[in-house]
Each structure stands twice: as C-alpha cells, then as structure tokens.
C-alpha cells in the first residue's frame, strides 16, 4: 500500500520558518521524482517544488530564494524548509510522488502565516 504522509505544519508569524515532511512508501520513493503542491482556499493546486531522485530541485518563482526541497533517500523522507514566509504562502501542502507510470498524493498538511 502506498502511503505518503506529510508533518510540519502550523501557524507561524510572516517572516518565520517551517520545515514540512513526508514519509513515503520505499518503493515508490526510490522510483519517484518528488515534490510538495499547495492550495488556497478558492484556488486550483499549484506546484512549489520538486526534487528527482539525482537530487536535481525545481521551484515556483514565488518560492524561490525562500523554500528549499531535499530528499533523504535511506529515510524515504522528504522536507520542504520554508522560510521569509508571507501570508499568501498560507494554504494546504500535498506531497506527491510522480514518474511516467503514476502519481500518488498525501492527505496534505495545514500552513497558515499571520501577518
């Protein structure tokens, strides 16, 4: 059964730091390409970032300079550390794991920024 699941959020002051989670499955971890998505209320799904499994990161220009993802490949783990956050970072964050073949979605962790 594959199983993605998320840790890490909360509410946090515009301009701190939270670090998001995701343990997979290590069968699809060690295959997939990847990544955290987030949506706001009254909004499609966006993509933040992704990592493929040689480590190469891709980010949304929103995020860039301020998040970073990484993957720890013998812990089948991995993190989104998010920092300068602003209030319009607030939304839910799915992990997804992708490859040509399929995709899987966690249940997505809150991240609400006051301002």
């Known amino acids: 059964q594959v199983q993605l699941v998320e840790s890490g959020g909360g509410l946090v002051q515009s301009g701190g730091s939270l670090r998001l989670s995701c343990a997979a499955s290590?069968?699809?971890?060690?295959?997939?390409?990847m990544g955290w998505y987030h949506q706001a209320p009254g909004k499609q799904r966006e993509l933040v970032a992704t990592?493929?499994?040689?480590?190469?990161?891709n980010y949304a220009d929103s995020v860039k300079g301020r998040f970073t993802i990484s993957r720890d490949n013998a812990k089948n783990t991995v993190f989104l550390e998010m920092n300068s956050l602003k209030p319009e970072d607030t939304a839910v964050y799915y992990c997804?794991?992708?490859?040509?073949?399929?995709?899987?979605w966690g249940q997505g962790t809150q991240v609400t920024v006051s301002s």
């Open positions: 990592i493929t499994l040689g480590g190469n990161a």
């Open positions: 290590r069968n699809i971890f060690s295959r997939s390409t």
């Open positions: 997804h794991a992708g490859s040509r073949w399929w995709e899987y």
